[in-house]
């Protein structure tokens, strides 16, 4: 069993900045593969963002390439998703997810992938 916890939503202007952290419980968190996933209001939760194991490897969604950065530190047992040049229409509920089966492009991008989810947090971004 795995827990998320997110943290470092809120609220940020257009072109602004803000920095998502995911804490995970267990001993186990380098054998995850971590992804990031947004829903926005009256939407289906979509695919933002993931990384494999090591951290080697990352894949992103088209809307958020070049501006998002995914990355995760396995001594902390934390992933972060770095979010610059935040645009309105990224304003969401943003979710990490942990994925037991190894790295993939399309295995990522697949939220029933996913076996473990945070319980979300709030990013507006302001115009």
């Known amino acids: 069993q795995v827990q998320l916890v997110e943290s470092g939503g809120g609220l940020a202007q257009a072109r602004g900045s803000l920095r998502l952290s995911c804490a995970a419980s267990?001993?186990?968190?380098?054998?995850?593969?971590m992804g990031w996933f947004r829903q926005a209001p009256g939407k289906e939760r979509e695919f933002v963002a993931a990384?494999?194991?090591?951290?080697?490897?990352?894949n992103y969604a088209d809307s958020v390439k070049r501006r998002f950065t995914i990355s995760r530190d396995n001594a902390k047992n934390t992933v972060y998703l770095q979010m610059n040049s935040l645009q309105p229409e990224d304003t969401a509920v943003y979710y990490c997810?942990?994925?037991?089966?190894?790295?993939?492009?399309?295995?990522?991008?697949?939220?029933?992938?996913?076996?473990?989810w945070g319980q979300g947090a709030q990013v507006t971004v302001s115009s």
């Open positions: 997810a942990a994925c037991l089966r190894p790295f993939t492009s399309l295995v990522a991008k697949m939220i029933p992938s996913y076996d473990y």
């Open positions: 267990g001993r186990t968190f380098s054998t995850y593969t």
């Open positions: 990384i494999g194991r090591n951290g080697g490897i990352t």
